[in-house]
């Protein structure tokens, strides 16, 4: 059972151009929520986060938004860059928004491609 | 401030054989977690440490294991090695919120 589930295996944005991935979630529970990049052979490294209290936060070029109803989320990367390039992974966490009690559940992660 | 140091970062076994892999998490940090990642699951929880409990499990086989140390560095451990643990075995070092991630080891079962 995927507690958390991105459904686009991959995609892929012309450089300049809007990126957005999404991820869809199913445990009620979550209440913090972030994103990773990972280039091939390395470990993620963070990007953004979001509380469940929240429904957007926004860091330079990327920006999350946070659907609770819909139990949906979104990372907006613009403009796309050819070194966003990665696999981008969704993760939620239940418990003290994001404190130290939750560990991070993953998606399956997405494939971007920014194209010159 | 230094980041998660996993060793080794290439490994070679033979099906049968056990493993042992270790991870150093950012000073300060009490909580370390272990993620297997192979293609098209993504990274699947394996178990997660605090001040040497493991509090929280995900849904592996007893042949996985783990314990922390009073300095918070991890183990993990793979018993009975079978050719489907061929995988990036990623540690997770986390604070408040966010988890930092090594390197990984990567494990190859011939």
């Known amino acids: 059972d995927q507690q958390v589930k991105q459904n686009s295996p991959s995609l892929s944005v012309q450089e300049g151009r809007i990126s957005i991935l999404n991820c869809d979630y199913t445990?009620?529970?979550?209440?913090?929520f972030l994103w990773y990049k990972k280039y091939p052979a390395e470990g993620p490294t963070f990007l953004i986060s979001i509380s469940s209290i929240k429904d957007k936060n926004e860091d330079g070029r990327f920006t999350v938004f946070l659907n609770k109803s819909a139990k949906h989320l979104s990372l907006h990367i613009v403009p796309s860059q050819p070194g966003d390039s990665a696999v981008y992974f969704c993760a939620a966490s239940a418990g003290n928004y994001g404190g130290s009690q939750g560990n991070l559940i993953f998606g399956k992660g997405t494939k971007l491609s920014v194209k010159p | 401030k230094a980041g998660v140091t996993q060793t080794p970062r290439y490994l070679i076994k033979t099906r049968g054989q056990q493993v042992t892999l270790s991870c150093s998490p950012i000073?300060?940090?009490?909580?370390v977690s272990w993620y297997q990642q192979t293609p098209g699951q993504g990274l699947q929880f394996l178990f997660e440490?605090?001040?040497?409990?493991?509090?929280n499990k995900g849904n592996f086989p007893g042949r996985f294991s783990g314990r922390q140390f009073s300095n918070s560095r991890s183990e993990m451990n793979v018993s009975t090695l079978e050719l489907g643990d061929s995988a990036l075995y990623l540690c997770a070092s986390k604070g408040w919120a966010e988890a930092f991630f090594g390197q990984g080891t990567r494990l190859t079962v011939v």
């Open positions: 000073s300060g940090h009490r909580s």
């Open positions: 445990n009620s529970m979550f209440d913090y």
């Open positions: 440490y605090f001040s040497e409990t493991q509090r």
